[in-house]
């Protein structure tokens, strides 16, 4: 007896991708064995990225190096503040943040920050040109730790530290110098806050950092009256200064606390 046979009928299935938290799934069956396949060049795409492209979660955690560099307006404020214009400038440095779990960070800078400002009365005019080295202490607060998108709340203390080219100048009309011609001090502290908005792709971060650094402590260090200098002067006056910076941050350790929740 001869049996029956059929045909074969092939029935085209769509080739399509979804996104689920585990990365790019590809429905069964799509590439090979049907009709419609997939070009080779768009599957080793996607090899390549399931390998270097970790969840955003994992690239929360680790140890990350990086780099920051952006514009500052600093002035000062305090009890013997007068009017005050902000003095514009740069700021830059480098970063390293510790991921404790998906969510929070310690972060550690070392930046290069401008501060003072400039001071106008009837005494005439007092320029602050202050020049530190920044080294913050930060929390850093992912509000979405999961996705592409990496808005963050920053907030801390930074101690400075004097560079030599500080100066302090004064212009007006003859006679003694105005009680706020000072000198600051070898050590400032500030209080840090400060927003971050950025994207990030595995290992690499991009974000745009707005922060805003509060003097905590007088700066006022000596003070010239003309004709002698006087040491810790009674002068209440504290640097502020803001700053907006864009940096670039890569995970060099990710698997570094990976059981942090």
């Known amino acids: 007896m001869t049996g029956l046979r059929?045909?074969?009928?092939?029935?085209?299935?769509?080739?399509?991708t979804g996104r689920s938290q585990k990365g790019t799934r590809v429905c069964p069956g799509c590439l090979?064995?049907?009709?419609?396949?997939?070009?080779?060049?768009l599957v080793a795409v996607a090899v390549v990225a399931a390998v270097s492209l970790?969840?955003?979660?994992a690239a929360q955690k680790g140890l990350s190096v990086g780099a920051r560099l952006g514009l500052s307006s600093a002035g000062v404020y305090g009890e013997d503040a007068e009017e005050v214009d902000a003095r514009y400038g740069f700021t830059g440095g480098l970063s390293a943040a510790l991921g404790l779990s998906r969510?929070?960070?310690?972060?550690?800078?070392?930046?290069?920050?401008?501060?003072?400002g400039e001071m106008k009365g009837s005494f005439g005019t007092l320029g602050y040109h202050f020049r530190y080295v920044e080294v913050p202490v930060l929390l850093r607060y992912n509000v979405l730790p999961e996705g592409g998108l990496a808005p963050a709340l920053v907030v801390g203390v930074a101690p400075a530290f004097r560079l030599n080219s500080t100066t302090t100048s004064w212009s007006g009309p003859p006679g003694p110098?105005?009680?706020?011609?000072?000198?600051p001090k070898p050590v400032d502290l500030g209080l840090v806050l400060g927003t971050t908005v950025g994207?990030?792709?595995g290992r690499h971060a991009v974000r745009f950092e707005a922060r805003y650094t509060l003097g905590l402590t007088k700066f006022a260090d000596l003070?010239?009256?003309?004709?002698?200098?006087?040491?810790?002067?009674?002068?209440?006056?504290?640097?502020?200064?803001?700053?907006?910076?864009?940096?670039?941050a890569f995970n060099i350790a990710p698997k570094l606390f990976a059981s942090a929740p």
Do not use: C, I
């Open 6 to 16: 059929s045909a074969p009928v092939s029935v085209p299935r769509p080739l399509w």
């Open 32 to 41: 090979g064995g049907g009709l419609v396949r997939a070009p080779h060049y």
């Open 54 to 57: 970790p969840s955003a979660a």
């Open 103 to 116: 969510r929070l960070a310690l972060e550690l800078d070392v930046a290069y920050a401008d501060k003072g």
């Open 177 to 183: 110098a105005p009680p706020q011609f000072v000198f």
């Open 199 to 201: 994207t990030r792709a």
């Open 223 to 248: 003070q010239f009256t003309g004709t002698e200098t006087a040491k810790d002067p009674d002068v209440d006056l504290k640097n502020r200064a803001w700053t907006v910076t864009v940096g670039y």
